[in-house]
């Protein structure tokens, strides 16, 4: 059984630069056709995608944020990151990874607050 | 920026049928979107439940069902349960690109 777990810290400053790591147990994220994925819901809003990373390291991106988002992965830890750049207020919410195609495996959801 | 809409509330009977449907900005939903569609409840992660238009993940309850209706992708709930109460979420590919639609809050009364 596939498990994700999203890491990172709660608080980031404005400006600053927003990590967090998705590390995936119950497989290896190198076997299968999958892609490594980022999604992030505000709170009392919807679902965005952020964006993923294929196994063979290959990453596609919400154009929306595009220009400050970063996706790699770390096969020998079987993790993959996001680093998300200049954050605001604005990108303070529960961010979750999940594997795609289908989408049947999330991690449990951390909140980022953005804030001095 | 391409825009996935879906209706912002519902609402059904217990025991009743009900569909939601999942449109693109960019015109008809084709297969070639391969929808998703998602249930999330307070609190929660979303679950899958559909994906690539109407194959269900082995959790899925058999009275949930997914097709492409009018040009749409849509989620039909058959025999409503209370416990269907819940945000429901698509999800289409555009390419390299996934865009999510707004959601459509279910409500079982």
């Known amino acids: 059984q596939v498990q994700l777990q999203e890491s990172g810290p709660g608080l980031v400053k404005p400006s600053q630069t927003l990590s967090l790591t998705c590390t995936v147990s119950g497989g290896s994220i190198s076997s299968g056709s999958y892609y490594w994925s980022w999604i992030r819901q505000p709170a009392g809003k919807g679902l965005e995608w952020i964006g993923r990373?294929?196994?063979?390291?290959?990453?596609n991106y919400n154009p929306s944020l595009k220009s400050r988002v970063t996706i790699s992965v770390d096969t020998s830890k079987n993790q993959f990151s996001l680093k998300l750049s200049s954050v605001t207020a604005a990108d303070t919410a529960v961010y979750y990874c999940a594997r795609d195609p289908g989408f049947g495996y999330w991690g449990q959801g951390t909140l980022v607050t953005v804030s001095s | 920026q391409t825009v996935v809409t879906q209706e912002p509330s519902l609402t059904v009977s217990p025991g009743g049928t009900v569909t939601l449907t999942c449109a693109s900005s960019?015109?008809?939903?084709?297969?070639?979107?391969?929808p998703n569609w998602f249930q999330q409840k307070p609190g929660q992660a979303p679950r899958a439940l559909i994906y690539?238009?109407?194959n269900k993940h082995s959790w899925t309850p058999a009275r949930f069902s997914g097709s492409l209706l009018g040009g749409k992708a849509a989620l039909t709930l058959s025999g409503v349960q209370p416990e269907d109460e819940a945000e429901y979420y698509c999800l289409l590919y555009y390419g390299g690109a996934v865009v999510f639609g707004g959601g459509t809050k279910l409500t079982v009364l």
């Open positions: 990373i294929y196994t063979s390291g290959s990453t």
């Open positions: 960019t015109g008809a939903v084709t297969s070639g979107y391969y």
């Open positions: 690539s238009t109407s």
